[in-house]
């Protein structure tokens, strides 16, 4: 059964405040695996990366926003914005239900996400971990249930 673009959705992914080009570069390759339509920094940026062996770059969208206002003021039309943090009230991934157009927003390891974008993310998703996880990692597990959730 062939499903339209428009039932399908689509989803971006990104780092605010990322701290290592290596992360980045991961999370970029995972990207482009996973069917991110594209990529996104907030704060920190980085030229290309060695780790990016699939040349995500090239291949999709890549957007660098300043702060987070330029970032939120520039979501896609109809998109939520899923913050991916180890909050009280996050949802767990485990039962999350994806919205079909989507933003997903990690924050560096040592830093999480900041205050702004806790407040404004339409949901917060989280793991079943006491500890963080790496940055890619979070992002190739949260694109993983999506793919896997959609089929």
Same mark, same amino acid.
């Given at each position: 059964?062939?499903?339209?673009?428009? =039932?399908?959705?689509?989803?971006?992914?990104?780092?605010?405040?990322?701290?290592?080009? =290596? &992360? %980045?570069?991961? %999370?970029?390759?995972?990207?482009?695996?996973?069917?991110?339509?594209? #990529?996104?920094?907030?704060? &920190?940026?980085?030229?290309?990366? !060695?780790?990016?062996?699939?040349?995500? @770059?090239?291949?999709?969208?890549?957007?660098? +926003?300043?702060? *987070? =206002?330029? *970032? +939120?003021?520039?979501?896609?039309?109809?998109? /939520?914005?899923?913050?991916?943090?180890?909050?009280?009230? !996050?949802?767990?991934?485990?039962?999350?239900?994806?919205?079909?157009?989507?933003? +997903? %927003?990690?924050?560096?390891?040592?830093?999480?996400?900041?205050?702004?974008? #806790? =407040?404004?993310?339409? *949901?917060?998703?989280?793991?079943?971990?006491?500890?963080?996880?790496?940055?890619? @990692?979070?992002?190739?597990?949260? /694109? +993983?249930?999506?793919?896997?959730?959609?089929?």
């Amino acid at each position: 059964m062939k499903v339209d673009n428009l =039932e399908q959705g689509f989803f971006g992914i990104g780092i605010q405040n990322g701290k290592t080009p =290596e &992360n %980045l570069g991961v %999370l970029w390759r995972s990207a482009q695996n996973m069917g991110a339509s594209y #990529i996104f920094t907030i704060g &920190n940026r980085y030229a290309k990366q !060695a780790c990016d062996t699939h040349k995500a @770059v090239g291949a999709m969208p890549y957007f660098h +926003y300043k702060t *987070f =206002e330029d *970032f +939120y003021s520039n979501l896609p039309k109809g998109a /939520m914005l899923v913050g991916v943090e180890l909050t009280d009230d !996050a949802k767990p991934l485990e039962t999350f239900a994806h919205p079909r157009r989507c933003v +997903y %927003l990690l924050g560096a390891e040592d830093h999480g996400l900041s205050n702004q974008a #806790i =407040e404004k993310a339409h *949901f917060l998703v989280k793991f079943q971990s006491s500890l963080s996880l790496n940055v890619s @990692v979070a992002g190739s597990i949260i /694109m +993983y249930d999506r793919n896997s959730k959609f089929l």
